[in-house]
């Protein structure tokens, strides 16, 4: 897309002539997150150009004409908190947990909403100026007082020279990820000091050298924060990421979010070894993932299991339909062998990696440095796609290669005709881990289907095998079925309640939808939902939902002349929640 010329420069050059519309605040006064329920009266009553100089002290919630208010949901846990009597009171020595709310929000990168124009040709010029959005976002993130702050399409000069240092005066510690590349945005988790301090942080890039399902520059963010204020609980993580916008390329995103989870796992697995954590760390997931809700995606995280064989990778967001241009399925399985990472998104040792798995890209770069002395040209993506070349006992081998037995005790020798030859020895165990490489399992598009011949007797093409290598068992299950070991839940139902209507977090060429999220961690996986029954109880464990602030449908934000306007400064809508952290 062609960059607009000067996108709001004009103004900016008039914001001394803005007129904003004025905020009562309602008696009931702030809400969980200190933030008060606000409606903007009538246009021009008012001017306030001056007071959108940030002014920490006297926060005011500049929001767009939308009712928001606190749905508690403090009743619904079937467990009552153990710090609590059956009459309500406390029991004395027995912890409350802590308590604490988040915020999750997109802010819309100022870079990017040049670059994109197109998406906001019903703003008002006035809406799109960074001189005005940086002050409603400021005073907007001032106004929910929130103790985490995460957010996606942080700009990195922005974040530095403004963001930054109003937080850290508000009492924030921040963490920040840039996505890679040359892209000017990325993540940021902010955290209050005074109640939580951090105890480690992890930064994910979803970018894998000559892998076609993670070649884009998304990131995401985890950190570890434990609570100062009650020595009886334990840290919880806190995870933001921003997910690839193309609607079209849902193989990317599934593949991104299941990285995401192996890298999770390893690192809260680390970290509960090493700092000796008793039970499994709360986890929270909130960003960006530019899927709907009941889409094939949003199941997988929710249900921690998808079936994808013969799925359109169109579908997996559920934001395109059906195109006769676009019939490209999933890849089977959704991540190569060599990054280490198994279909239940957890990394397994690799054989012959002396008891441990080396990083998945330091291993394909090395392959790669041996494809390079064997004389063969590397920049040809084709060459050295993963799906060409193998690992056999330390060496860089093509799918293509012959293996041929040889009398000599038993031993083979590797040989390669046309571009060399390389002769290893190689023992039995390495020899049966080649049947899962991907030249071994892919089935010949021409191949008959005999039952009992070239296919098993139950139909299945490939059958699940387990094998034992220094380290411990590895399933090296190739088929189409992706898990995680996390059970997540969703914040928000995604149906109003006494509507019908579907919530919407975004609002752009005239659409409302719904692709932000917060997941937390439940004791138990949620029930299967139907459009038209949301309502469900889910069972908490340690971490407790108390209250979610409520999202308009796409008929209110089209009400109020879509997003950004000049009282949102972004074309998301921030999603908050207040949770309870037992001990």
């Known amino acids: 897309m062609n960059k607009p010329e000067n996108v709001g420069s004009e103004a900016c050059n008039r914001s001394s002539d803005l007129n904003f519309e004025s905020l009562t605040q309602r008696d009931d006064g702030p809400g969980p997150l200190g933030m008060a329920n606000a409606k903007i009266t009538s246009a021009g009553e008012q001017n306030v150009k001056e007071t959108l100089d940030i002014n920490w002290e006297e926060p005011n919630f500049l929001q767009a004409p939308l009712w928001r208010t606190w749905e508690d ?189 192996a890298e999770l796992h390893r690192f809260l697995g680390n970290q509960a070894s090493n700092l000796r954590f008793t039970n499994r760390l709360p986890l929270i997931l909130c960003g960006d993932f530019n899927s709907l809700p009941f889409s094939p995606l949003y199941r997988f995280v929710q249900d921690s299991l998808l079936h994808y064989n013969g799925l359109l990778s169109s579908k997996v967001s559920g934001q395109n339909k059906i195109s006769p241009f676009n019939w490209h399925l999933l890849p089977s399985p959704l991540l190569p062998r060599h990054l280490g990472i198994g279909s239940n998104c957890c990394y397994f040792e690799q054989p012959g990696y002396n008891g441990g798995a080396r990083p998945a890209v330091v291993e394909q770069k090395r392959i790669v440095e041996q494809i390079s002395q064997m004389g063969i040209d590397t920049s040809d993506d084709r060459v050295v796609s993963p799906a060409r ?39 039995r165990i390495t020899l049966l881990a080649l049947r899962w490489q ?88 949620p029930q299967r939902f139907h459009r038209e029954t949301m309502n469900r109880r889910v069972q908490d464990g340690r971490l407790q939902l108390v209250a979610r602030l409520s999202l308009p449908n796409e008929i209110d934000i089209h009400d109020i002349g879509g997003l950004p306007n000049i009282h949102c400064p972004s074309d998301h809508i921030p999603l908050a929640a207040q949770f309870r952290l037992l001990s």
Not at 212 to 238: H, T
Not at 505 to 522: H, K, M, P, R
């Open 73 to 261: 949901l403090s009743q619904r846990h079937r467990v009552s908190a153990p710090s609590m009597s059956e009459d309500g009171l406390d029991q004395p020595g027995v912890s409350r947990g802590f308590e604490f709310s988040l915020l999750c929000y997109n802010i819309l990168a100022q870079r990017l909403l040049e670059e994109n124009s197109s998406l906001y040709t019903h703003c008002i010029p006035e809406a799109l100026c960074w001189k005005d959005r940086r002050k409603l976002l400021l005073r907007e993130l001032s106004s929910f007082d929130a103790d985490i702050l995460c957010l996606q399409e942080v700009q990195e000069d922005h974040f530095e020279e403004d963001l930054k240092l109003l937080l850290q005066e508000r009492g924030y510690g921040c963490v920040y990820k840039r996505r890679t590349g040359n892209r000017p945005d990325g993540c940021a988790i902010c955290y209050k000091t005074k109640r939580m301090e951090l105890v480690a942080s992890h930064e994910m890039e979803f970018v894998r050298p000559y892998v076609n399902v993670l070649s884009k520059d998304n990131v995401g963010l985890a950190v570890l924060l434990r609570p100062l204020e009650d020595p009886r609980v334990e840290p919880f993580c806190v995870t933001n990421t921003h997910l690839l916008y193309n609607p079209w390329r849902g193989d990317i995103k599934l593949a991104q979010i299941a990285l995401l989870f």
């Open 389 to 427: 070349w193998i690992e056999v006992d330390g060496t860089a081998v093509e799918t293509n290669t012959i293996l041929t037995p040889k009398l000599d005790n038993g031993s083979i020798s590797v040989e390669k005709g046309v571009r060399g030859t390389v002769r290893r020895r190689y023992n």
């Open 438 to 525: 991907t030249a071994c399992v892919q089935r010949p598009p021409n191949l008959l289907h005999l039952r009992g011949v070239t296919v098993s007797d139950e139909g299945e093409l490939f059958s699940c095998k387990t094998m034992e290598f220094e380290g411990g068992p590895s399933s090296l299950k190739q088929n189409s079925t992706i898990s995680h070991p996390f059970h997540l839940t969703s914040v928000y139902s995604h149906v109003i309640s006494r509507t019908g209507k579907l919530e919407a977090t975004i609002f752009n060429s005239g659409q409302g939808q719904t692709v932000d999220y917060i997941f937390y961690s439940a004791n138990l996986q």
